[in-house]
């Protein structure tokens, strides 16, 4: 069995979409369709070798959209998002269904123009039924959809009841105005909710089409990315954007990642480092080999992942869905009992405008659930989508709203809280006389080892300009030092603990290094022929960024923050004071720390987990949201996740714990708008003072409101 996923242009309605997937799967060939209205996508799963998307295409082109089988061009996403009022006015007369509304708006402000001049009635009645034919057959061809074919009771169906009843009662201009409103305002959602999306396609963009690959003799030609395969190189120039995910081999250059990771400042590359198709080379030229296909490259994968994610409702969206899908039955069924219980049980006027069955066409037109069932997922795209610009992956919906609900955030230490590459902090000599540098000593024999410690000394040797001499004879002590030959004295670089069994030292050195320990330092000491010369602290120091992270999570409400490490006590409490955690919990291993996470959770507390994406897997998975960073590095973390965050600053976490709580907020504020509009337009139809216009301009007007409420997530 094949799938098949196709876009469609302009789908903002539950009952559209319903439609459509009813329609599709009654194909020939199709097993399974699925469409979602929230991200427009509609895949099919087809037992043909060769499906004809055809027939697909004439459906969704039944129910007024537009079937999008190709990635549109850059430069039509363009036009479609540049000023709002032109491309609105192109988008209504770009599509049949929207034009005759337009003509039918025409004929409705002629209408009324003429019965204000006083004309004979047989003219504007005309007009106002004209206006009604036009553009109500789309209306009336979507609602014969539901009905007939797709044995549903939509919104289509109750717009045609409410139109043919206030032609009965003889409310011409009333129908025209209902017909050109409602049909305005199902083009206006669908404009709207396009422009949300196209707001995450545009990151398409920023991948460029066609790349300068390097030939083996130095020259280089203009291919399409492509038809790149791994392995291949290629050259970026100062000012190109990057055009694959891959390692520098040659060049240097600072490189602006914001795209992906959300660093504002350029980060410098050289050969051996990792860089992102879709980020700009500033400077220097660059020869990258690719080391991922173009269609699983780091931006390709964050655009993926977060449309899958649009998909996944939030719990509140799935309960929107299943009480609209309740509410307009239910008001319909109320709507029929208001239009023949008084005139039958009390005698009271059926017909007229103040009529019952006026008051029950009213409510009819209230029973749409549009406005209720938008505003949510309109919300929730926008705020994925600003996100993702931010270089934030969220997971969906649900873990949006999990997240606004987290009180308790837990950190990994070492690659989270710190940066994971341990640095010299403290070089004391303590040579009684002129025995050497202790730390010329120390980088020759660690040269030759690879262990995190080792690099830090050798790293400090070179930041010093001290020359890293040769050493022979080197060998590993069972995991407590090093020893070697250097210049011909024997050269030993190990544990305090190791020189308080094997070399003699005063008193001095081990109250310097005792003190450095206390610090939650790593100490290590070096001698030569048994003589000690330096003491050196090597730790894991603080990211930059993360005490002042930590401090906007606070500021964010009631949130506390937890570290988790294995390390020791004493280096945990010090790397905790560092960075302003509230408590430290040392010493636990991977299976401590789910146990921590669950002891946490245990007072129903949501727990948010940061940590690698990798290490930190079991406790990422426990917690009610797993926050992994650095994930442009890796896809594991993009995959494992619920949240990750692209680049490796923890200010991102604030951002993005502000922007969760803020789409909640949103969200609870479109559905109160909503639902208070149609209480209050409801109640004024029962007492008899509303019209269907002032019903249509209220149903429409609250589905443009929560349109645009939604949509300034995007800019938080």
Known sequence: METKTYKVEGLSCIDCAGRIQILVGQLEGVQVCEVDHTTGNLTVWVTMPEFDSASVAKIVADTGHTLVTERPSVEHRR?????????????????????????????????????????????????????????????????????????????????????????????????????????????????????????????????????????????????PVMQLVVGDHVLIRPGDRVSVDGIVRAGESAVDQAAITGESIPVDKRAGDEVFAGTINTSGALEVEMTRASEDNTLSRMIALVQE?????????????????????????IALLVAAIPPLAFGQSFWGEQGWLMRALQMLVIACPCALVISTPVSIVSALTNAARHGVLIKGGRTLEALSRVRVFAFDKTGTLTTGRPVTTDVLNVCLDACGNGLQYAAAVEAQSSHPLARALVAEAQAQNIAVLPAEEVAVMSGRGVTGRVNGARVIVASHLYFDDAVPHTQDICVAAERLATDGKTVMM????????????????????????????????????????????????????????????????????????????????AVAMVGDGVNDAPALAQAAVGIAMGGAGTHQAMETADIVLMGDDLRLLPFVVRLSQRARQVIRANIILALGVKAVVFALALLGVATLWMAIVADVGASLLVILNGMRLRHV
């Open 309 to 333: 994610a649009q998909s996944r409702q939030a719990p509140v969206q799935r309960f929107v869905d299943r009480f609209a899908r309740v509410y307009t039955p239910v008001v319909t069924l």
């Open 79 to 223: 036009t479609e998002h540049g000023n709002p009022v032109f491309a609105f006015v192109r988008f209504m007369f770009a599509r049949r269904e929207t034009a005759l509304t337009m003509v039918a708006g025409g004929l409705t402000l002629l209408g009324l123009l003429l019965t204000m001049l006083g004309v004979p009635d047989l003219l504007w009645i005309s007009l106002f039924v004209l206006a009604v034919i036009i553009g109500g057959m789309p209306v009336a061809r979507h609602a014969y959809q539901e009905v007939w074919r797709a044995r549903s009771l939509g919104i289509n169906t109750l717009m045609v009841i409410a139109v043919i009843g206030a032609n009965i009662i003889g409310e011409w201009a009333e129908a025209a105005i209902v017909v050109v409103l409602f049909a305005l305002g199902e083009a206006l959602e669908s404009y709207a909710t396009e422009r949300a999306r196209g707001a995450l396609e545009s990151l398409l963009d920023l991948m460029p089409p066609l790349a300068l690959r390097l030939r083996p003799d130095g020259t280089h030609e203009q291919v």
């Open 526 to 605: 070096v001698c030569h022929d048994e003589q000690v010369c330096s003491v050196f602290a090597v730790a894991d120091t603080p990211r930059a960024e993360s005490r002042q992270a930590l401090a906007d999570l606070r500021d964010l409400g009631d949130l506390r923050t937890v570290m988790l490490t294995g390390d020791n006590p004493a280096v945990a409490d010090a790397i905790g004071q560092q960075v302003g955690v509230d408590e430290v919990r040392a010493g636990l291993l991977p299976e401590d720390k789910v146990v921590a996470i669950r002891e946490l959770s245990a007072e129903d507390t």
